[in-house]
């Protein structure tokens, strides 16, 4: 699983660092070529040359080599590597990881990855419990950095408590499910619409709504992370997307969504439904702006939408996997079950605005994913990690 796969080992200065050589040794001999940063606090606690010795690469810390001014350039790890893991992570990196700093060679480096990065975090109970440290790992968690929570145990400081950096060969393991879990969509296709539409009522006005389309990308990123080819079909969003395996389709209206939709549904193994789409349409779109001029009251026709997941849910073949959305203003069980069975749907993902964080243009949601089976609740969690359970229940089904 690790064979080849290009490793920023980041090392900071806590004595934790003694167990980071035994994490470099374990992804040494399963064949990942690591490359170890060092901050220069982290030198006091373990030494460049044993690193250097077991990476068979010289330790980078510096921003040059002092007497040649060989330049080491931050920008280059971060397209080299697949994943930076940081062990031990000390609070002060934390905090200018947060914030920016970018004064040493790791936080930089962190700053160019684009690869994603881990982090296991390693300091005294009062230090990781401290107001400033927990709002820092919230932040870093936001902003997607992987966290191995530290453990509770005896301190260096002598104290007992929470702080311990994980096990090296736990650190190890959680690197291995992350490789595991990076491939285990390849070579599969799929789908998903997300956003609103817009219906057009006349040049420069439209009927809409609220969606944001943050989780719909949130699916895409998760089921292109783990290996898929993704077709992202979307409404008008102010989203942007930069993944090699996404392939984002913008469209406006839902008849426009549709024949995307269905195209990229035939050779698909996966959809995902996120979209809010517009039920009707204007009967007539107008070429003119509607004037108010002497009207007092304006009636507007609207004609039915095409239904995207009911459409493909027709067209849908054996082994294709299908998840549908369900935004309900009540508990919308009776609701999910009917579209699951209406749209011929593996999954539905309910979510109630009658929950405080959860539905349009909030970043975490609130959901319950009903299938056939029974109905799985989750807690309030980002969009992402709600990505990322929608993901594992779509897995789960194609196994
Ligand atoms: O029927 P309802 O709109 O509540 O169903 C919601 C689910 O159906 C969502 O997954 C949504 O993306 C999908 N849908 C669709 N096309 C429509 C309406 C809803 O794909 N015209």
């Known amino acids: 699983m690790l064979k080849g796969k290009h490793i920023v080992l980041g090392i900071c200065g806590g004595i934790a660092a003694y167990k980071s050589v035994t994490l470099l040794r374990l992804l040494t001999k399963a064949g990942a070529e690591v490359q170890v940063v060092m901050t220069p606090a982290g030198k006091e606690f373990i030494t460049p040359v044993t690193l250097s010795s077991l990476s068979q690469r010289p330790v980078v810390s510096e921003f040059f080599t002092a007497n040649t001014g060989e330049w080491h350039s931050h920008v280059d790890l971060g397209l080299w590597a697949d994943l930076m893991v940081i062990a031990p992570a000390t609070a002060s990196t934390m905090a200018k990881m947060a914030h920016g700093v970018a004064d040493n060679m790791l936080v930089t480096t962190y700053l160019s990855a684009r690869e994603p990065v881990m982090i296991a975090p390693a300091m005294d109970l009062d230090m990781y419990r401290h107001p400033t440290t927990q709002r820092n790992l919230r932040q870093l968690a936001a902003d997607g950095v992987m966290i191995v929570e530290a453990e509770t145990g005896a301190l260096a400081s002598g104290l007992q408590g929470k702080g311990r950096m994980a096990e090296p060969e736990e ?8 490789f595991a879990r990076c491939e285990s969509l390849a070579g599969k296709k799929a789908v998903v619409t997300a956003g609103p539409t817009y219906e057009k009522l006349d040049p420069v006005r439209f009927i809409g709504n609220f969606s944001s389309g943050k989780m719909g990308f949130a699916i895409a990123g998760e089921l292109a992370d783990r290996g898929a080819e993704v077709t992202l079909v979307a409404g008008p969003v102010s989203l942007t997307v930069d993944h090699p395996r996404i392939r984002r389709v913008d469209v406006e209206s839902a008849e426009e969504m549709c024949d ?8 698909s193994d996966i959809a995902v439904f996120s979209a809010a789409v517009a039920d009707y349409r204007p009967a007539e779109r107008k070429d003119q702006k509607i004037k108010r001029e002497g009207v007092a009251t304006q009636t507007i026709e609207l004609v039915r939408n095409p239904d995207i997941a009911a459409r493909c849910g027709d067209m849908k073949r054996r082994g294709q996997v299908t998840v549908g959305f369900a935004l309900e203003t009540d508990d919308g069980h009776d609701a999910a079950h009917k579209k699951l069975h209406n749209k011929n749907l593996d999954f539905v993902v309910l979510n109630s605005l009658k929950d405080k964080g959860a539905g349009f243009r909030t970043d ?12 799985q ?14 993901v594992d229940a779509i897995e789960k089904a194609m196994k």
Request: charged letters at 25%.
């Open 377 to 390: 609740a989750f807690p309030l969690k980002s969009k992402r990690e709600v990505a990322a359970d929608i």
């Open 171 to 178: 650190i190890f393991a959680i690197i291995e499910r992350y």
């Open 260 to 267: 995307a939709t269905t195209q990229a549904f035939a050779g």
């Open 364 to 375: 975490t949601n609130r959901v319950t994913i009903v299938s056939e089976d029974g109905e």
